[in-house]
């Protein structure tokens, strides 16, 4: 969604019977929260239910007093129910509002079992999908045409876009936001969850020790220190030096902790953060690479396509102070 829109992208969250409050809870976090100091409304959040009382998994509450399926018409991007019980199928209403978001171009967001019910519509044969490790092998029985991506946070698919686990919900829609307003925006509401402001989908679902044991062994310092210095010639040796390790060592504590490697989480970090002096107003490519560490402007327009499918100049358009201008090399 480019800046400057004159209406906000609308997001219906769609909620059935048995659905899981914690991603409901992620999504009205990132989209549905107003935040008047960015000067601007990012989306329009709507909640809507094929019921007028719509029992929560396991009983926990009822939801009430949201509006019905017609407001899922207006959708944007229709995030789909997500449920536990994974075999119950689906209402027939409900697939039926799922289809007709997508055939009039509606984007679709599944967290966790949310991609049984794109799969269950029909529509994630022959596409890339990510749903949650323990039913991964319940899901390829089920749809054996969607292409599985098994322990990885979430797939980005385009006009489908799903997410592994629980708490990728909110890397995907931090991704989603990332998608639609920018690098700076995307940290700014990552702030206000106190949440990593970027996670690639490719990371790993399990993380084996998220909770590091005595003596503590977090990574957390080495990472601040190093994005104090993403301009500078930062290595895995040089990393695994500060930190005091091998880089064996420092390899499996990166798997363990982040679900990545360190080569992985710099690069990351590195476009981050030209795309933030991009949306900054910086317009030399050259000054960009340096400054962010990926060295030359080709690795620069490289890296950035792969991240945001937009080069370097159609990003800032899209994203920078009064867009128009062209970077230049």
């Known amino acids: 969604m480019p800046q400057g829109s004159s209406q906000p992208h609308t997001v ?3 909620v059935d019977e048995n659905s899981n409050p914690f991603e409901m809870s992620c999504a009205i976090e990132i989209f549905g929260l ?3 100091e960015l000067g601007r409304e990012l989306y329009d959040f709507r909640l809507c239910a094929a019921e007028p ?4 998994r396991d009983g926990f509450f009822t939801l009430t007093g949201v509006a019905g399926l017609e407001a899922a018409e207006e959708a944007d991007t229709l995030i789909v129910p997500n449920r536990p019980d994974t075999n119950a199928p689906r209402s027939p209403r409900v697939l039926d509002v799922v289809r007709r978001a997508h055939a009039r171009g509606a984007r679709l967001v599944g967290f ?3 991609a049984f019910t794109i799969a269950q519509a029909g529509l994630l044969d022959g596409r890339r999908a990510a749903c949650h490790w323990m039913w991964a092998d319940s899901f390829r029985t089920r749809f054996p ?3 599985l991506e098994s322990d990885v946070l979430f797939v980005d698919d385009g006009d489908i876009l799903t997410a592994s686990g629980s708490a990728s919900a909110l890397d995907l829609g931090l991704h ?5 307003h920018g690098a700076e925006v995307a940290n700014h509401v990552s702030r206000r969850l106190v949440f990593a402001a970027h996670r690639d989908g490719g990371q790993r679902q399990f993380v084996e020790r998220p909770v590091p044991a005595v003596p503590d062994e977090s990574l957390g310092p080495l990472l601040a220190w190093a994005q104090e210095r993403l301009g500078e010639p930062l290595t895995v040796a040089g990393l695994a030096a500060r930190a005091a390790v091998s880089p064996a060592t420092l390899h499996r504590r990166f798997r363990a902790q982040l679900g990545t490697t360190p080569l992985a989480w710099l690069t990351g970090e590195r476009v981050a ?3 933030r002096l991009i949306e900054r107003g910086e317009e030399r490519l050259d000054v960009v690479a340096a400054r962010s560490g990926l060295g030359t402007a080709a690795n620069l327009r490289a890296r950035v396509r792969r991240e945001t499918g937009l ?3 159609a990003y800032r358009r899209r994203f920078g102070p009064g867009g128009g201008e062209a970077l230049v090399s």
């Open 112 to 114: 966790c079992s949310g």
């Open 34 to 36: 107003r935040r008047p």
């Open 12 to 14: 219906v969250l769609l």
């Open 145 to 147: 045409r969607v292409h």
């Open 176 to 180: 989603v936001v990332r998608r639609d």
């Open 53 to 56: 009382a719509t029992r929560m």
């Open 311 to 313: 080069s370097p100049s």
């Open 273 to 275: 953060l030209a795309c």
